[in-house]
């Protein structure tokens, strides 16, 4: 079989470096299917727009016939399934899209992948993958003294964006288990690193004090977060995708629980430190605490030993490390920062990847219609 895999959401944050992870280490080709909705931006993906391994889709995955096209004649290996909307404020004002993508277009995708897995054959079939990419936010919130979350926690998601990814990782179980579909389940805790959208605390807070607005922080700051630098996180997709046993749940974290206070103050620090404002004040100055979040939970922690002692799997960044780089990708990108915060990155495609960007089929030859 190729050394071809299909990604969902692979313009996303950590979709596209999954994509430039695996290319660099890889021979073999991503194909790239994204709907390219606010968070998805084709610039995250600037340095591999001449490479032909790289075939990027602009589609739908609650598109069944386009995704079944795919499959058919690009004949992936695995599926990495990454899309899906993932901001949990976003989820409080409007649910409806997170259940449509990440129920719903998980559904079509477990569909399309039973179809294509039932018409495969020998070495092909006994080597396919599909793997989902969710998040610790299933487990519920944790107290300030219990043990992290293991794969055997049970689900109690707190919020719409948490209940949507536990309905599809219960999909994903459930095609395992009635179908036979040989399909994987990553849990992971927070992300950071290069290429995320300023939605989030990290790049937020990083864009707001270069630019001296307000810094945020909900309640009082003492949440807790598991912080997993995103190329750690590549790795363990990587590691799980190649060694893990189908069937299997592996949660992925980076041993770093911090509040998301002291992930501020620690961001003011490193700008004061790297990039001092010229009025020299201080960026603490701009944290101002706002009403907490409905439903906020107050702490997550991954338990990660099954993916270290099974799959070999260990994080090479501590958060002191992994927070340096981000801070210093960022300050060594501000058009990257400029065009998302203007929205200019939403015309990237337009202006440099007509060339190679494959867009939604009509699906005329294949009998269907897209949507």
């Known amino acids: 079989m190729p050394d071809t895999i299909l990604v969902t959401g692979g313009a996303g944050f950590i979709g596209s470096n999954y994509v430039l992870y695996r290319l660099a280490q890889s021979g073999g080709s991503v194909v790239n299917l994204d709907k390219l909705t606010y968070a998805g931006n084709l610039g995250n993906l600037a340095s591999v727009v001449d490479d032909p391994r790289h075939i990027f889709v602009h589609g739908d995955i609650g598109d069944l016939a386009l995704v079944q096209q795919l499959l058919n004649e690009y004949k992936p290996r695995a599926i990495v399934h990454f899309a899906a909307e993932s901001h949990v404020d976003r989820s409080i004002l409007g649910p409806e899209a997170f259940l449509k993508t990440n129920i719903d277009g998980t559904f079509v995708m477990l569909t399309a992948a039973r179809t294509y897995y039932d018409q495969l054959e020998g070495f092909e079939k006994d080597h396919f993958r599909f793997l989902h990419v969710s998040t610790d936010e299933v487990y519920g919130t944790l107290g300030p003294n219990d043990a992290p979350f293991h794969e055997l926690t049970p689900f109690a998601p707190n919020s719409p964006y948490a209940a949507s990814k536990a309905s599809s990782d219960h999909l994903v179980r459930a095609w395992f288990h009635t179908y036979g579909l040989p399909a994987l389940i990553t849990n992971c ?25 307000a810094l945020p922080v909900y309640g009082d700051g003492q949440q807790v977060r598991d912080w997993l630098y995103v190329l750690d996180h590549c790795r363990a997709i990587d590691a799980v995708l190649e060694k893990g046993k189908v069937g299997e749940t592996y949660n992925v974290g980076g041993g770093n629980q911090q509040t998301n206070l002291d992930v501020v103050h620690r961001i003011c620090d490193l700008l004061d430190e790297l990039a001092p404002s010229s009025s020299r004040a201080l960026r603490r100055e701009l944290i101002q605490f706002v009403q907490d979040r409905p439903g906020h939970d107050r702490r997550y922690a991954i338990d990660a030993r099954k993916l270290e002692d099974e799959l070999g799997w260990s994080a090479q960044e501590s958060f002191d490390t992994g927070l340096r780089k981000t801070v210093q990708w960022y300050l060594e990108h501000p058009e990257w920062i400029e065009e998302v915060t203007s929205g200019a990155y939403r015309n990237w495609i337009d202006r440099n990847y007509a060339a190679r960007a494959v867009e939604t089929r009509t699906m005329q030859d294949a009998g269907g219609s897209s949507r």
């Open 189 to 213: 805790s927070n992300n950071y690193g290069p290429l995320q959208f300023p939605e989030k605390l990290i790049p937020l807070t990083i864009a707001n004090a270069l630019a001296g607005k």
